[in-house]
């Protein structure tokens, strides 16, 4: 598995419109596997709407969610750490993960939106990881990326858009990018995008009979420090996040920060 790499090529596209899907893929076996734990997560926590569940792999369930130490397995596949090294460095830390459910007949809308606006890390620098658990196709609401629009390296105004038929209210305001220029991610299960954390992107509603489920890891250079005392100021608009509690995990390297860990971690 240390032979996993990007290309230059590929390098260069992650730079230049904010993300990258690899011509390397995930096997089929451990696809079928996080299927299965998929099943299983949601079958524990039946209380727990299934568009959004956050950190299934924590097992202490710090968000209310009952997850599993499997999750923190697949977000640590040598293949997914190899590509993040070459594209964040060779010290980096595993801060979140979740799983977008987007259920048949329902999954709900996710507005244009940058995910930084709620990070309580210092400098901004997050790799996010999107594991498709079924195949995305252009009608079960594929995620739609505003190329190029990471370039600036700033974090761009949003608004409150009231409303339950999302998953998130913080908007961006629609006079920093232009729609027409998105392109949707399309993938197949075993394919895998990585994308940068000033991307605005966002998606639409499910409203076929296939399921649009994915598992997504947040992963930051260990140069940044993750701010628990900011997270618990966000935490005060953003409950149900917990940025003030998120546990943390070395996956590679070093803490540079040399103070990401002084909590327990």
């Known amino acids: 598995m240390t032979g996993v790499r990007l290309s230059g090529e590929e390098v260069a596209l992650f730079h230049e419109k ?58 640590n596949h040598p293949g997914l750490v190899a590509i993040a090294r070459q594209l964040i460095g060779d010290d980096i830390i595993l801060w979140g993960t979740t799983i977008f459910g987007k259920p048949a007949r329902g999954g709900k809308e996710t507005p244009w939106h ?97 399921r649009r489920a994915a598992f997504v890891v947040r992963l930051m250079p260990a140069t940044s420090f993750y701010d628990h005392a900011l997270g618990a100021e966000i935490g005060k608009k953003h409950p149900a996040q917990g940025y003030g509690v998120r546990p943390l995990f070395l996956i590679s390297g070093t803490d540079r920060a040399n103070n990401n860990f002084t909590i327990g971690h």
């Open 18 to 75: 904010g993300w990258v899907v690899p011509r390397w893929e995930l096997p089929r076996k451990l696809i079928a596997e996080m299927r299965r734990e998929y099943a299983g997560l949601l079958a524990r926590n039946d209380d727990v709407a299934p568009d959004i569940i956050m950190a299934p792999h924590q097992t202490c369930g710090s968000m209310g969610v009952r997850g599993s130490a499997r999750w923190l397995e697949f977000a």
């Open 114 to 210: 940058q995910d930084g606006e709620y990070y309580p890390i210092r400098p901004l620098e997050v790799l996010t990881i999107w594991i498709p658990l079924d195949d995305v196709i252009p009608e079960n609401g594929p995620m739609r990326f505003i190329p190029g629009s990471h370039r600036a390296r700033k974090l761009y105004s949003h608004s409150w858009l009231e409303g339950s038929d999302k998953t998130i209210n913080l908007v961006c305001d629609p006079e920093h990018f232009d729609e027409s220029t998105a392109e949707s991610l399309l993938l197949r299960t075993g394919q895998v995008s990585f994308h940068d954390v000033y991307m605005i992107h966002g998606s639409e509603a499910n409203r076929t009979e296939r």
